[in-house]
């Protein structure tokens, strides 16, 4: 029953699991660790940190919430994989997310005319 109750969904790099407690778990997908992922009171306090990050971010920035090492760089993925999350992957070295706003007009375009836009960057598929 316990199962019924606990929902993770799985991206590129990352995943987000609800638990039945409330927690909200960002894991490193594949890993089986604890030191691959980052357990939140509940995925409200998730994206209250998420709204604390400055505009363009990087590790370094969520290093300054208590994330250290592998798990801050988890983290940054989870943030630019998740739709909840209104950003987009900006570089991969460094590993920098952007933010992006409601009224942004090239906000609606990445999602509609991404053909168009070949030097646009989003989610990287995983390396193989």
Do not use: I
């Amino acid at each position: 029953m316990s199962n019924a109750l606990t929902r993770t969904t799985e991206y590129v790099h990352t995943t987000g699991t609800h638990r039945e407690d409330g927690k909200y778990v960002v894991a490193r997908r594949g890993a089986d660790s604890a030191g691959h992922e980052k357990v939140f009171e509940s995925f409200d306090a998730c994206e209250h940190l998420y709204e604390r990050l400055p505009a363009s971010f990087t590790a370094e920035d969520v290093e300054q919430s208590g994330l250290t090492g592998g798990r801050r760089h988890m983290l940054v993925w989870h943030y630019a994989e998740h739709p909840a999350f209104d950003c987009e992957l900006a570089s991969r070295q460094p590993l920098t997310v952007e933010k992006t706003t409601d009224g942004d007009e090239a906000d609606g375009m990445a999602t509609t005319n991404e053909t168009r836009e070949p030097d646009r960057q989003g989610v990287m598929p995983a390396d193989d």
